[in-house]
């Protein structure tokens, strides 16, 4: 059974970075046709995607973030991370990991993690 | 950039029928936008029921159902039960790019 688990700070400071882990278990992050995203939901508001990587490394970026997002994949540690810069207190929100499962061509959110709340206060 | 949109909120009877649609900025919807229906219930992350537009998976009760109708996506929930009640965002695939809608608030009275 895959499960993913989000860690880090939960608690950043104004204008600093913001850096979750998310680790994979129960399967490879290298192996099969997944990739892996990240998506954020402030609190008693909707879900909002961040981004994706593939194990090759290669990331797309929801427009309105990209100035201020880097997703990375560290595959020996069955790892993916999350880095989002100048942050403000609009970025406080519960992160969610996820990987979506796209082999014979149709996408599928198949796993979630339970989600790392981040408090962007002073 | 792509706004999704969805009902806000309805209401349905236990073991009454409702319909949650999925509406893009881009045009009509089709099935190489590839939507994921996702629940979610208070406190729990969220849990994706239907895959590119109408596949389930193994823990997907039989009552909900993926198409596309009028050039939207669509949820249906057919006898739905108590436990139904949650928000479903819609998540769709647009340019490389996923895009929630804004979620519905279904309510079971």
């Known amino acids: 059974q895959v499960q993913l688990q989000e860690s880090g700070p939960g608690l950043v400071k104004p204008s600093q970075t913001l850096s979750l882990t998310c680790t994979v278990s129960?399967?490879?992050?290298?192996?099969?046709?997944?990739?892996w995203s990240w998506i954020r939901q402030p609190a008693g508001k909707g879900l909002e995607w961040i981004g994706r990587?593939?194990?090759?490394?290669?990331?797309n970026y929801n427009p309105s973030l990209k100035s201020r997002v880097t997703i990375s994949i560290d595959t020996s540690k069955n790892q993916f991370s999350l880095k989002l810069a100048s942050l403000t207190a609009a970025d406080t929100a519960v992160y969610f990991c996820?990987?979506?499962?796209?082999?014979?061509?149709?996408?599928?959110?198949?796993?979630w993690g339970l989600g790392a709340l981040v408090t962007v206060s002073s | 950039q792509t706004v999704v949109t969805q009902e806000p909120s309805l209401t349905v009877s236990p073991g009454g029928t409702v319909t949650l649609t999925c509406a893009s900025s881009t045009g009509a919807v089709t099935i190489y936008n590839y939507l994921n229906w996702v629940q979610q219930k208070p406190g729990q992350p969220p849990r994706t029921l239907i895959y590119s537009t109408t596949n389930k998976h193994s823990w997907t009760p039989a009552r909900f159902s993926g198409s596309l109708l009028g050039g939207k996506a669509a949820l249906t929930l057919s006898g739905v039960q108590p436990e139904d009640e949650a928000e479903y965002y819609c998540?769709?695939?647009?340019?490389?790019?996923?895009?929630f809608g804004g979620g519905t608030k279904v309510t079971v009275l």
């Open positions: 996820a990987r979506t499962f796209y082999g014979s061509g149709t996408p599928d959110f198949d796993y």
């Open positions: 998540l769709f695939y647009y340019g490389g790019d996923w895009v």
């Open positions: 129960g399967g490879s992050i290298s192996g099969g046709s997944y990739y």
């Open positions: 990587i593939y194990a090759s490394g290669s990331a």
